[in-house]
């Protein structure tokens, strides 16, 4: 799509899998596994590309059927957003808290909405995912070095420019940020008065940090699991969720975010190999 159709169409997009992931949620009974009631909201989107990315990547590795799936995925994405735009509104009590610590995530959000100019993820990341879309698989040219690098994060790019929409692909990155926000958001509500001001201060220089500019910028695959690894962190030092006695969907859910994000980036191997343990 031509600007400014695909600008708007992937945050169409990127609605309708907030949707989604809150409909898989509730449904399934997931809110004290991410994190409870007040704060499941954070992690929806992460939910479903977490469910989406590996069936991409079985897809684009097997070689067969890869547009179909997208097509089903992107049909599944829209519905939940045409279906939920009456209920769009924004609670004014969160405002007020968020006054502070949400100007960063804003800014982050309208930076993540510009064109593709990064030159790494011009490069490679761009060019396997727009591979896999022409092909239906992961790309074998040994002239083409770059793209041995490639990991399981670039059929998510690639999902995002078969449904026409560019910056859908830095989007995905953008939510990896607001996980990383609802983790801090969690230990906030949790701290005591005391450290209340300085928790929001420390949330306010974590999130400036000018790392993040450039992560949420491009289509890299990696921000996106940061903010997975950071929730599951959380999750594990931080809350009060206990893994014993649980649903075997707790355990499935645990383990594909963890193999997700090393699939994705063999950086994040060690990092998933002690939150496993």
Known sequence: LQAPFS???????????YCTGNYIIEKFKLKDFFLGEKNYKFFSILLVFNIIQPILYISALAGFGFKIISLIIGTIIIFFSIFNLSNL?????????????LLPLILYFFSSLGPITNADSLDYHAGVAAYILNYGQYPDLKIWFHSIQAGAGEVLISLSFFLKSEQFASLIQFSGLISIFGSFYYLIKNSTKKKFISNIFFIIVVISSPLFIQLSTSIKPQ????????????????????????RKTIYILFLIFLSNAFLAKFNFLLSSSILFL
Do not use: V
């Open 7 to 17: 600008l708007l169409f992937s945050i169409f997009l990127f609605y309708g899998c």
């Open 89 to 101: 509104s924004i609670e004014k009590k969160k405002i007020k808290f968020f006054a502070i610590t």
């Open 223 to 246: 921000l996106f699991y940061i903010g997975t690894l950071t929730f599951l962190f959380t999750l594990i030092f931080f809350s009060k969720f206990q893994f014993r006695n649980k």
